[in-house]
């Protein structure tokens, strides 16, 4: 059988499902371990404050208490998120505060512990948490990245400055377009604001240090547990190799559990100053949002964008300013992961981003459904959108004449990424239809004849999978990092069960029922007879240091991983069988037949099954031929993708390995009186490459799309003036429903990818779409009232304030046209 023609597309039902819907699963939440403590954190109420003493002396002796950490017991923990050695470029130092596992001398953002209660039970160190005596002196907040950057107030005395990284990216003639441009549009600033993931399962660590051996066990939740080691062993000061991680189910990550790595590094703490008994943290729904991850906040400022006569776009020079939040993650890598989609869906060629990042009194950013990633697409379909408007041009023909074209493919942006492959004017053709966009404008005209405002939105992304890691040398040019591998091992047991192992986290993604599928097709079985190890475990499942649930990658890394090790299989399945059957290989074909699953003579009734091929090699070798001692039936196969590390001091290079795209399409009716928006028609086409699974797929969208809508109308991480976050519980801050979506007209094609086996490429971060494509729906409905959309998060009373404010100043807009004496731009 051939995996690329008889996998592909198969409709395989998920085999993940059927113990989670049962309730059968196990959360790292659920797990108990005989002697298990359990912690809670006295967390900072203030956004930024200093702290003067804390007062352990009554918490330490309640009922059930075994003991109290503050910072002062931290004394031998390194700082957390460091990758030493650390330089800037040019020899400038690269600005990364220390983070301390507990706050210290000062507090920065609100909901960072300062404290850390273990006792018998989660009820008692509650209670003790209350007692412990915090005296904080509070100080003014840093509460944006425009702020932060003037340095007025430092967050981080070692640091003395509140600016993490700075760097220009610059590409092409960008002055010369400028001056040769036929019109000029300018927009003061665009703003992208913070939103999370908020998935059902919070963070959860249990952390055991064992006396007899040293050894460090954990039992969490982690989506990328290969780094969260690298991470704590430095801080803990312990050999990498005592560190034990096991995961199983996962109620959903979306990226934000790589980032609970400071838990594991204090739960194992605690356990070793409580005699190694093991420490269980299960985070609550307000610690979650108060102090686990948000996504990426950046504002866009001076953007000058130039157009020729026919509304190409020729350049775009714009000033970007990113919050990370109190502390940045690691290496600052979301200074530089955006430039995977510097371009976006169009050929631009000509470009100068200025990009800065800082830190501020508010909650740390981390992955988010795509680290860093989405907030530049946003931009650039607001560039395409404002310009569309201002020159008079459809939106849709205005992609058409900027897109890049399939016969263009693969295709090099200006920063050296090299898109792999896509349809994108074939991609929004399809969604006209499936939307029945004609209709919808027919419709549009005759509201509006009614005074009554409906837009029709585009939104186009990319979904950039299999990420360089060589791409953290532009931030960093000694960060020990560089391309990306995966490993996968797949067995024939000595019962003649095929068993597969592979190193990917999944959280929903369906990794087991695709990995069943490929290793069915290469092997000639169903996958019903393929079992794929459920969880991660660092000392059982095969992996390496880029292994993880992250970046849109395991439909290639993995896969692809997954399937040299199948083949491998394959291989010494038929020189064995072609020993045991005395045939040439060539003869021979893998199938079910008589015997299950059996390896036969083609044209033939010779045969010999799995079981029979097993019991050979485990516990039936003696006389085995030399030339068969290398068959051993367990095959390890390690994918590694074909990258270069980048041009540093160019900020060129190819820093991923597939683009996926996602183009949606909102129809959206503004209430003239309130503000409140309402999907009336939502549309999605995906282009993923060669589908392993459609089902899955359309999956995945689904969920793609649900929290892009989230993020676009519901869902914000807000905070006051003086650093309270306004939206820490889902009473103000309020995730889509299954009640709040729109019911989704889907469809999807398919460009497939040369880099992986199967043409697949990953799509699990297409959440940006929806955001897109509301945006523009809405400045479609509310263009002819004066209004742009410069905003990510536009909720009812967001659009109400803004056609208030237009009212109150008819002239201030935010955007302005230079048009030069030249050709005129042809709508």
Known sequence: MDAKTDGRAAHTPRVEDDILVRGKGRYAADVTEPGQTYAYFVRSPHAFARIASVDIATAAAAVGVLGVLTAKDMAGITSLGRHPPLAGRGGKPLILPHRPALAGERAVHIGEPAAMVVAETPAAAQDAAELVEVDYEPLPPVMSAESALQDETVLHNEAGTNKVWEGTFEYGEVDQAFRDAASIVHIDRMHFHRFSSTPLENNAVIGQWDHRDDNIYFWCNNSFPTIGIQLVAPALGVHI???????????????????????????????????????????????????????????????????????????????????????????????????????????????????????????????????????????????????????????????????????????????????????????????????????????????????????????????????????????????????????????????????????????????????????????????????????????????????????????????????????????????????????????????????????????GDKSINYWALANIINVNNAGLPDELQDVTLNCRYTWRAPFKIPDIERKYGNLTLTYSSQLHIAVIEVDNETGNPKILDYCAVDDCGTMINPLIVEGQVHGATAHGIGAALMENCAYDEAGNMVTSTFSEYTPITAVNMPNIKFANIETPSPHSYSGAKGMGEGGAAPVHAISAALQDALYGKGIYITESFNNGDSIFRALAERQRDSKKTGVRVDRRNRTQVHS
């Open 241 to 603: 190799d005592r560190i034990r991680v096991q995961t199983h189910d996962i109620g959903g990550s979306f990226g934000i559990k790589i980032t609970n790595y400071p838990y594991m590094t204090l739960c194992a703490l605690a356990s070793r100053k409580a005699g190694g008994k093991p420490v269980k943290w299960a985070e609550t729904r307000t610690e979650h949002m108060l102090a686990s991850a948000h996504g990426n906040e950046r504002t866009f400022l001076d953007t000058r964008i130039a157009l020729d006569g026919e509304g190409v776009i020729t350049a775009i020079d714009s000033r970007h300013l990113d919050d990370c939040g109190a502390y940045p993650r690691y290496e600052p890598l979301g200074c530089v992961i955006w430039a995977q989609v510097f371009a976006g869906v169009y050929r631009l060629r000509n470009a100068r981003i200025r990009f800065a990042q800082a830190v501020t009194n508010k909650c740390p950013v981390g992955p988010n459904r795509g680290y860093s990633r989405m907030q530049h697409p946003w931009f650039l379909e607001r560039c395409i959108d404002i310009c569309a408007h201002e020159l008079g041009i459809a939106s849709d023909e205005m992609r058409r004449r900027n897109y890049i074209r399939p016969e263009q493919f693969p295709y090099t942006t200006p920063n050296g990424c090299v898109y792999d492959s896509g349809n994108y004017p074939g991609m929004l053709r399809l969604a006209q239809e499936r939307i029945g966009w004609n209709d919808w404008k027919k419709k549009q005209d005759e509201a509006r004849q009614e005074g009554r405002s409906i837009g029709i939105g585009i939104g186009t992304t990319l979904d950039s999978g299999t990420n360089n890691f060589g791409q953290s040398r532009i931030v960093n040019p000694n960060a020990p990092f560089s391309g990306n591998s995966q490993a996968a091992n797949v067995k024939l047991d000595i019962y003649g069960e095929i068993v597969v192992s592979v190193g990917s986290v999944p959280q929903g993604q369906g990794h087991e029922t695709t990995s069943a599928q490929v290793v069915a097709d290469v092997l000639g079985v169903t996958p019903d007879m393929v079992t794929v190890r459920a969880g991660f475990d660092t000392e059982r499942n095969v992996h390496t240091g880029h292994t993880g649930t992250y970046a849109s990658q395991f439909a290639v890394s993995g896969l692809s991983a997954v399937h040299g090790a199948a083949q491998k299989l394959r291989k010494e399945l038929l020189r064995l069988a072609a020993y045991a059957l005395n045939a040439p290989e060539d003869q021979l074909e893998l199938g079910e037949g008589k015997q299950g699953a059996e390896v036969r003579v083609r044209g």
